[in-house]
């Protein structure tokens, strides 16, 4: 029995090439590959002497040689084959151990792996005969096969060539997302936001509670071979995820580090079904989970808490009182804080997470089909708005026009947001109308909007959305303009006595 072995990663190589000795195969090799087996005082014949020939072009090709391909796609029940193995003096291969250049970690021409594919793929497609691994997690499952029956079953032969494909697809997608981004010399070139062709090579990170619902299964992918902040969260206690938890919870934590950039206060949100429906900053977290908690508190039952600095044993006091959550999500936890929250809410899924990433295109999922787009973001902030009405925001109305502007790129349209004082006090959202959002907002505010701030993801078509923010009590209106009425908004605005601000950019979000 002949096994190849061509490894970037060493790791679990000598105790795999050692097991494979003791059970009697013989080992073919070369590189740095070979290098390590020999130093481990075992035995290898060197691919060159398999070839005839001495790898060259600067290690370029090495396995690249029908002495090498022909001894991993003979299928050795075809007559045929057998006939040119004789013929040719062939070996054959039974098992194939390769893994490839890093190109993610080391992207350039020279990681651009050849050989290595060109064997993996032959002996995923004959995995009839040949085994093949690609994934030093694999060596222990295949010595102990090999051990116990002396052959790897069918069944682990298909396993292991649909990881083999999955591996090569990945890595073939990872070329093509480097092309988009250097140009013609390998220099490092702006990202092509939306190229020609998107691949995707996933690998499933985690397996969910369920999916949206308990009938329907769930799980989180990520691009093969790379890490996420997600796969760097801790959950310190709590029932299991579930894909609602994770969806909400990515919300949230987008929300709140966004808010988290007004001012470097502190920023609590609380988000139910991906809309927020508490949100502000304050001096303190506390201060600010409490105030969020007050934007909506009966919408706060079950939703998802995200706070923007380490919790503290205050604030973890604040939120065991309040209503039940079902995720915190935090950056960290002071001592006790964690007991507290366990003592009270034994059932909510408590976290610590990394700052998140943002994505650079953003993909949709249609019956059959996908859109791209650039990843949305607020791109505008009060340096680039203009005041377009007699009366001009005061600092204070500033502040809240900020922030409620900031809210609006993370609720469903069409919405309305309500700020007074640094923090949320009425949020419409995903309503049909704007002037819809913007009696739910009122509604929920109760009067709380005084003198605060209201804005909106799209222009004003008419009046009436003006009408419906002075109505609330608002002291300014920010909105994108754009409409062809913006004269007759802005007339509406100044007959109000209230000061409008254009932003130039909208903010819809579906």
């Avoid at 890595?171 to 988009?180: I, L």
């Avoid at 369920?210 to 902040?229: C, D, F, I, L, S």
């Avoid at 300014?476 to 409008?500: H, I």
């Amino acid at each position: 029995m002949r096994a190849l072995l061509s490894v970037y990663d060493k790791t679990g190589l000598v105790e795999l090439a050692t097991g494979l000795v003791e059970l009697g195969w013989e080992l073919v090799s070369s590189g740095g590959t070979a290098r390590a087996i020999t130093a481990a005082g075992l035995a290898v014949v060197p691919v060159e002497e398999v070839t005839g020939w001495p790898e060259m072009l600067g290690h370029r090709v090495v396995t690249l040689h029908p002495a090498v391909h022909g001894a991993i796609l003979a299928d050795r029940s075809d007559p045929a084959h057998a006939a040119d193995l004789e013929r040719f003096e062939i070996t054959p291969v039974e098992l194939v151990v390769a893994n490839l250049y890093p190109f993610r970690s080391q992207p350039s021409i020279e990681m651009i792996d050849i050989g290595g594919p060109a064997m993996v793929r032959a002996a995923a497609k004959n995995h009839g005969s040949v085994g093949v691994v690609i994934d030093p997690a694999d060596y222990g499952p295949v010595l102990d096969e090999l051990r116990a029956a002396g052959s790897l079953s069918s069944a682990t032969r298909r396993r292991l060539a649909r990881a083999a494909f999955a591996h090569t697809a990945a890595y073939d997608a990872a070329v093509v997302g480097w092309f988009d981004t250097v140009d013609g010399d390998g220099d490092t070139a702006p990202a092509a936001v939306l190229p020609p062709t998107i691949h995707l090579a996933l690998e499933r990170a985690q397996e969910l509670r369920y999916g949206e619902n308990p009938q329907q299964a769930g799980a989180r992918y990520r691009a093969m071979g790379t890490r996420t902040w997600w796969d760097d969260v801790v959950q310190h206690q709590g029932l299991a995820l579930s894909y609602l938890n994770l969806y909400d919870a990515d919300a949230a934590w987008g929300l709140v580090h966004d808010l988290g950039a007004l001012d470097g206060e502190a920023a609590a949100v609380i988000v139910k079904h991906a809309n927020p429906c508490g949100a502000a900053v304050a001096g303190d977290l506390a201060t600010a989970y409490q105030r969020a908690l007050e934007g909506d508190e009966q919408a706060a039952f079950g939703g998802i808490v995200a706070l923007g600095q380490v919790v503290d044993l205050a604030t973890a006091e604040r939120m065991a009182a309040g209503p039940q959550a079902d995720v915190v999500i935090a950056p960290g936890y002071d001592d006790g804080v964690i007991e507290v929250l366990r003592a009270r809410r034994r059932n909510t899924r408590v976290l610590s997470a990394p700052p998140p990433e943002p994505d650079v295109v953003q993909l949709r999922q249609l019956s059959g089909a996908f859109l791209a787009q650039d990843a949305p973001r607020v791109t505008t902030g009060r340096a680039q708005w203009q005041v377009v009405t007699k009366v001009a925001p005061t600092e204070r109305q500033w502040a809240d026009a900020e922030l409620a502007w900031r809210l609006c790129g993370h609720v469903m349209s069409n919405c309305v947001v309500l700020v007074e004082g640094g923090r949320a006090v009425g949020i419409g959202a995903g309503q049909q109308s704007r002037v819809g959002a913007a009696d739910i907002a009122a509604t929920r505010a109760g009067g709380r909007a005084a003198g605060g701030a209201s804005a909106t993801d799209g222009f004003y078509p008419f009046p009436d959305g003006v009408e419906a923010a002075a109505a609330a009590g608002v002291a300014v209106v920010v909105q994108p303009g754009g409409s062809v009425r913006d004269d007759e908004v802005t007339a509406a605005a100044d007959r109000l006595g209230l000061a409008m601000v254009l932003t130039g950019e909208r903010l819809f979000r579906h």
